[in-house]
């Protein structure tokens, strides 16, 4: 099934032939190496130095998250400028995860997310849906590809997700913060979930006022989509039934598998990739809000199918059996990131000897053990190689030397949700406390300890 991962490829690749490249400002130097931290400490630096990617290194006139930064200062055409909505839903929870830490004070912090908001309610939306890409100082779609140029429902809800925890931080609190709470269910209210079954028991990904649905991409499970389907049960505005859930992401039960990968057993079927596994950001992205600790249906185990995904990648890299350089128990971890060549979504298929920090650090509520192996391995011993300005970098390859001083905001916010989620179950507990979110899973026949008897 065509993913994620594979639309970003065809962007990315076409983007990086264009011609003319522009510099933004410099990058500030990364904050020296500290030897010796506790894991508390060290998980402490890394959360607030990747944080930074959505505050210091945010679009100026949105305040929203950059699509990428790059520390070498070349980038393709227009891309100063470009917004990524999935990244900016990241984004929010990462700086709600900041002002929480007091890594910046809580004032700044609102006056940000205010700011964001604004920009969002004034960007330009299809049937309440944002589109992939914007550009930050008018809000206007910048097309993700020829005909991918209205509202993006994926990417929409990892901006929804986030609103929802912004929802739960600040409704009880002080006028401003009510006010910003209310703007945030306003926005995920807004997104008309039902248009995008365009008439049928399935959602789809993209529509286009130009194009209309000639983008034909029905998104069926399992991959990293599952939060869109239970935001569209959750929705009390524009919901969609149950049975768009069961006929549409799971496929009338056929989303059921039953194989072992490394000796961990997966019960639901990847589409494209018969008994074989994705990439790591399948277990993250849904999960950034959406709390797998004993969340169940009857297709899976959710925290047992992810903590299974990660024991199966770790458990490959350290078998390593294309035997890249480097590879092993504290250095692990493929998902989508730059590759040597471009963009790719590492994954034991498609596996070309290039580790991303995110696929381990944001896996840590999974594999705390395992992770912090790697996060030590990266921060004390390949240092400045791997670790810049807004942590670490997205990708390297010691078998062809290549150290790409390069970051993607897709990439970075998981990071910094993940260790939050890990430290305090902040978002997880924000998400899930919400009556529509709870009222959605139930209506799709979910278990889960969060769930209101």
């Not at 649905?213 to 990293?224: A, T």
């Not at 840590?364 to 030590?376: A, D, F, G, N, Q």
Request: glycine share 8%.
């Amino acid at each position: 099934m065509k993913s994620l991962t594979n639309i970003l490829l065809i962007s990315l690749v076409s983007l990086s032939c264009q011609s003319n490249a522009q510099h933004y400002e410099s990058i500030q130097s990364a904050p020296a190496i500290r030897k010796n931290l506790s894991d508390n400490e060290l998980l402490d630096v890394v959360q607030k130095q990747t944080f930074q990617y959505f505050w210091d290194g945010a679009e100026p006139s949105s305040g929203a998250a950059r699509e990428r930064y790059h520390a070498d200062n070349i980038y393709p055409e227009n891309d100063k400028s470009t917004v990524a909505t999935g990244a900016t839903g990241f984004g929010l929870m990462a700086i709600l995860s900041g002002i929480d830490r007091g890594y910046v004070n809580k004032k700044d912090g609102l006056e940000r997310l205010d700011k964001i908001l604004n920009f969002l309610a004034r960007a330009d939306r299809f049937h309440g849906a944002w589109p992939h890409w914007f550009y930050g100082e008018t809000g206007k779609v910048r097309p993700f590809g020829k005909k991918d140029n209205g509202g993006d429902l994926v990417e929409t809800s990892f901006v929804a997700q986030a609103l929802i925890c912004i929802n739960s931080y600040y409704k009880n609190g002080t006028a401003a913060e009510k006010a910003l709470a209310k703007k945030a269910d306003d926005l995920w209210k807004g997104i008309d979930f039902s248009w995008y079954r365009n008439g049928q028991n399935v959602l789809y990904w993209h529509w286009s006022p130009e194009y209309q649905w000639e983008m034909n991409f029905p998104v069926k499970g399992y991959n990293e989509c599952l939060i869109m389907y239970v935001l569209a049960s959750a929705s009390p505005t524009h919901g969609v039934p149950a049975a768009v859930y069961h006929e549409g992401w799971a496929r009338n039960g056929e989303i059921k598998t039953n194989f072992k990968f490394y000796g961990h057993p997966f019960t639901l079927d990847y589409q494209g990739q018969k008994n074989a596994v994705g990439p790591l950001f399948w277990a993250h992205y849904s999960y950034l809000g959406l709390n797998p600790k004993g969340l169940k249906d009857q297709y899976a185990d959710y925290w047992q199918n992810n903590v299974n995904h990660t024991l199966a990648i770790h458990d490959y890299c350290v078998a390593n059996p294309k035997k890249f350089k480097g590879y092993g128990p504290d250095s692990w971890g493929l998902t989508a990131s730059y590759s040597v060549n471009g963009y790719a979504a590492h994954n034991p298929q498609e596996d070309f000897g290039v580790i991303s920090p995110t696929a381990a650090i944001s896996s840590i509520p999974y594999t705390p053990k395992e992770s912090m192996k790697v996060i030590r391995h990266l921060y004390e011993d390949l240092g400045d190689k791997v670790w810049g300005k807004y942590g670490f970098y997205d990708a390297f390859s010691e078998t062809d030397n290549w150290y790409s001083k390069r970051y993607l905001g897709i990439d970075q916010g998981p990071m910094v949700v993940m260790i939050e989620n890990y430290r305090s179950g902040l978002l997880w507990k924000l998400f899930m406390s919400n009556p529509d979110v709870q009222k959605g899973l139930t209506n799709l026949g979910f278990e889960s300890p969060a769930l209101k008897k």
